[in-house]
Each structure stands twice: as C-alpha cells, then as structure tokens.
C-alpha cells in the first residue's frame, strides 16, 4: 500500500524567508504521480503541481519550486521570499497509474504554514 | 462559473437525519470521487466512481452511499448521520484519459451533525 509522510505539521515563518516543506512517500511500484495541493483558510483545494516518477527533473514557477528525489523517495517544495497569502495548508499526494482501485489519492496529514508579516 | 461545484457548502443536521451532498462538474471528466477531511488526518477517500456504471468503495465508506445520476453528477448520501461524520467533505474529478489523472477537487461542503 502506498503511504505519504508529511512529518512537519505546523510550520511558522516570516514574510520574505524560504521555507521547504517535506514529503516523503513510500511505494512498491516503479511508476506513480505525486502531487501538492494548497488549502488556504477559505477551505477549498487548489492544485499546484503533478510530477511523474520517471521525470526527475525539479520544477521551479515563479516562487514556487519542487526538488524530487527518487533515491530518497522525497519531493520537496520551496517557497522562496514567502508571503502572507502563503499561509494555507499544503497536502502532498500520490496515486498510482489509473489502473483500477490504484487511481486513487493517497494523501499525507497535511502541513499548516503560517507567515507572518 | 467553478468547474467543481457542491451543494449545500454548509449544513448542520440531527443524529439520525438522512442527508445528501451534491457534487456537479462541467469539467467533462470520466472520474468522480467523495472525500473527507478530518483535522490531523488529511484526505481519506469514501467512495469514487469511474464512470455512471461503475462505483466503488474507497477506504471508509461504511455509513455513506453514492449514486451517480450522470457523468457530471456524484451525490453522496449519509442514510442515517452520527457526530462523528462531521467533516469538511469534498468532491473531486479527474480526466481518466491517458496519463493525465490529477484530481480537481470542489470547494468543499462542511457538515456538522449534532
């Protein structure tokens, strides 16, 4: 069964620091999809990113940057010279290719930044 | 116009009430899915379907059932609410097509049972 680990819970920063948040995701398949999704106060689920098991390559989108890492079964993500609108909830996910029950999310607990000014 | 939409987006019921959540989309995605959130516990699926014919249990769907009237409709039933099915619950589509399954989730519907 696949499992997500997101072992930091509540994460507070100043406005303008860095922050990385962590993922770290166990499977027995070789190809899977991971994800993050922010949920800000107002509750509803925003997707950020979907990154493939057999693409390696780290993403960065504008502020925002993802580090993959397969030989430490880990996709982190940065948020560089946070902001106040960053405050949310950012969960990371994993399914496996849709085949069957396999497509669904399996989904961390979730990491609560808060960023103040 | 949202992709995802839920209805009620609140409602606070009785123990023992029967009580429906609505999930519509115009997404035009194959794929439906019921969550439910629980602080300190993430996501955890409730039931999800593939397309109209095709509905399956997800890991807690013991005191929920679904119907799913059309593609673009996926209604999730609680038959007879208890306290602890209050949650934030939420809808989610995904295309189903080749390799590109990200979900798309609604904006949520939080249920409190009393």
């Known amino acids: 069964a696949q499992k997500v680990t997101q072992a930091q819970t509540e994460i507070s920063v100043v406005e303008k620091e860095d922050v990385t948040l962590d993922c770290v995701y166990e499977t027995r398949d070789t190809t899977y999809y991971l994800f993050w999704y922010k949920q800000p106060p107002s509750g509803e689920l925003v997707f950020l990113i979907r990154?493939?098991?057999?693409?390696?390559q780290n993403e960065i989108s504008g502020r925002y940057s993802w580090n993959f890492q397969k030989s430490t079964s880990s996709f982190n993500f940065t948020i560089t010279a946070s902001q106040v609108v960053d405050s949310a909830v950012y969960f990371c996910?994993?399914?496996?290719?849709?085949?069957?029950?396999?497509?669904?999310?399996?989904f961390g607990k979730g990491i609560t930044l808060s960023v103040r000014p | 116009d949202a992709d995802v939409t839920q209805t009620p987006r609140n409602r606070i019921t009785k123990t023992g009430k029967r009580i429906m959540l609505e999930c519509s989309q115009t997404k035009g995605h194959d794929r439906m899915y019921w969550y439910r959130q629980d602080p300190g516990l993430g996501l955890r699926l409730i039931y999800y379907?593939?397309?109209?014919?095709?509905?399956n249990k997800g890991e807690i769907s013991d005191g929920y059932s679904v119907s799913r009237q059309a593609q673009a409709k996926f209604s999730l039933s609680l038959e007879s609410a208890i306290p602890n099915q209050t949650a934030l619950y939420f809808c989610?589509?995904?295309?189903?097509?080749?390799?590109?399954?990200?979900?798309?989730f609604g904006p949520g519907t939080r249920l409190t049972v009393l």
């Open positions: 996910a994993l399914t496996l290719p849709r085949t069957g029950a396999n497509s669904k999310l399996t």
């Open positions: 989610a589509t995904s295309e189903g097509q080749g390799r590109t399954d990200t979900q798309y």
């Open positions: 379907s593939f397309d109209v014919k095709d509905i």
């Open positions: 990154r493939n098991s057999f693409d390696e």
